[in-house]
């Protein structure tokens, strides 16, 4: 499981992502597989970030990333393109997944991986989102209007910003009266929502929305057993959290990024 954030503001714009990458066994508890997967990129100029589905074929998808930057010619490209070429590459390797029986394809109309995508076309920075399976492409925010998404487990997220977690109160609803009043309540739901003024905040507030939103869904969820209509949440968002930033003046840089160290002292297995 995940979290991504992305984030357009004014200056410049931000993708950041946990590092915890969970398996779920038949008939068996959700176990955290890996504290240190990668999933936000560089490609050239330009950042990229996934969530959804942490394997393809037997591999893991910063493996298939890695693939892709290889083989891709950043020279120039603008971030419509690199959404392009993203969703068909990730389309190809999803379906000879399924096709080799390693998964089953998600219900119609449901997604398996989603990816954005951040830099710059000319002057103006651009948050591009992909979904696969359906090579979904769409531009959602620039820096010059500002925007915020996030994709995977959105919880409390929606909590912080919205106020409240759609997902869950639809499914807690339940009963079709239970849900006519949740929409009949939708405009007034509405206005909990924070206004954020993103385009108009700079890139250290950028990162820094981002980094708290992340690191409020650890700690949440590592305090927490879900919510009482449905307990027993499993922690599905943890490990380093890596920050990526793209301007106009310097194109990609790294805020923040796990780096490979040896041997820990015992007891510190989690630090840094």
Do not use: C
């Not at 710059?120 to 820096?143: C, D, F, H, M, Q």
């Amino acid at each position: 499981m995940t979290l991504v954030i992305g984030v357009a503001t004014g200056d410049g714009l931000v993708l950041a992502a946990d590092s915890r990458t969970t398996l779920a066994l038949p008939d068996k508890p959700w176990r955290v597989l890996s504290d240190f997967t990668h999933k936000v990129f560089q490609v050239g100029d330009l950042a990229a970030a996934t969530s959804g589905w942490a394997f393809l074929s037997g591999r893991n998808v910063a493996a298939h990333m890695a693939d892709f930057v290889h083989l891709y010619e950043s020279n120039g490209k603008t971030p419509e393109a690199l959404s392009n070429e993203l969703a068909d590459f990730f389309e190809d390797r999803f379906a000879k997944h399924v096709a080799a029986g390693l998964g089953a394809a998600p219900p119609l109309g449901q997604r398996a991986i989603w990816v954005y995508v951040a830099g710059y076309n000319g002057a103006v920075g651009e948050l591009w989102e992909i979904a696969i399976p359906g090579k979904a492409v769409s531009k959602r925010y620039t820096t010059e209007l500002g925007g915020a998404l996030w994709q995977g487990q959105t919880d409390v997220v929606g909590r912080i910003i919205l106020g409240i977690d759609p997902t869950l109160a639809w499914r807690v609803a339940g009963n079709p009266a239970l849900a006519k009043a949740l929409t009949d309540l939708q405009p007034s739901i509405s206005g909990l929502e924070y206004q954020l003024n993103l385009q108009l905040l700079n890139v250290q507030d950028a990162i820094d929305l981002a980094v708290v939103l992340i690191r409020t869904t650890i700690d949440v969820q590592r305090l927490t057993n879900g919510i009482a209509a449905e307990p027993g949440s499993f922690p599905g968002v943890g490990g380093p959290v890596e920050v990526a930033l793209v301007t106009s003046e310097n194109g990609f840089e790294w805020v923040q990024r796990t780096a490979l160290i040896g041997e820990r002292a015992s007891g510190h297995a989690e630090d840094l």
